[in-house]
């Protein structure tokens, strides 16, 4: 059920992944747009304002897609000496630490949109975007992060308390240097 699980998030984050790189295709074509109409003489304005947004929210979506790719940068010389249940136990932690701190970011997050919403904040810009309109993807992209770290936390210690220590590794271990995630 573990690996079935993770397979679902995968796929899942998958389809995040390639929403997110529409999202930075569609600001890559607005700054080239911006580009363009300045070599004519005027100007869109508010391609760094805008792009600034996408950037925060392509990452808190990111970051998911990032953890089930084994894409988190982690120091293991510690981890490479250890046996496999060894491994299994320093990604546990590595894991635990990762779903804790996502889950207070992602629960910290809310009074920041929260605070918006109340007040219909607008950027202090001249475009005077409603900044719950850019928080509301950015928090929900930190609330999913959360879900999937507690969802993979949870799938690896079902892993591990199976004796499926090779699972466990595949699912929150480390990749070596220059092997790619399938």
């Known amino acids: 059920m573990a690996h079935r699980v993770l397979d679902l998030m995968k796929r899942l984050n998958r389809w995040v992944a390639m929403v997110i790189g529409v999202l930075l295709l569609a600001c890559v074509c607005f700054i080239l747009t911006e580009i363009i109409v300045r070599q004519l003489g005027s100007s869109l304005g508010g391609t760094d304002e ?8 392509a990452t808190s979506w990111g970051m998911g897609f990032a953890l ?8 293991d010389i510690l981890r490479l000496q250890a046996k496999a249940l060894g491994r299994c136990l320093f990604d546990l932690m590595a894991m ?7 889950t207070v970011v992602a629960y910290r997050c809310w009074p920041v949109l929260e605070r918006s919403l109340m007040n219909g904040s607008r950027a202090n810009t001249p475009l005077e975007t409603p900044l719950a309109l850019v928080q509301l993807p950015w928090f929900a992209g930190w609330a999913w992060f959360a879900i999937v770290s507690l969802v993979t936390l949870w799938a690896a210690l079902v892993m591990v308390l199976r ?8 699912a929150i271990g480390t990749l070596a240097e220059g092997e790619a995630s399938q």
Request: avoid cysteine; aromatic fraction near 6%.
């Open 96 to 102: 635990a630490v990762m779903a804790t701190t996502v």
């Open 50 to 57: 805008i792009s600034g947004y996408v950037m925060a929210i």
């Open 68 to 75: 089930l790719e084994l894409s988190h940068v982690r120091i």
């Open 163 to 170: 004796g499926d220590y090779a699972g466990s590794e595949a």
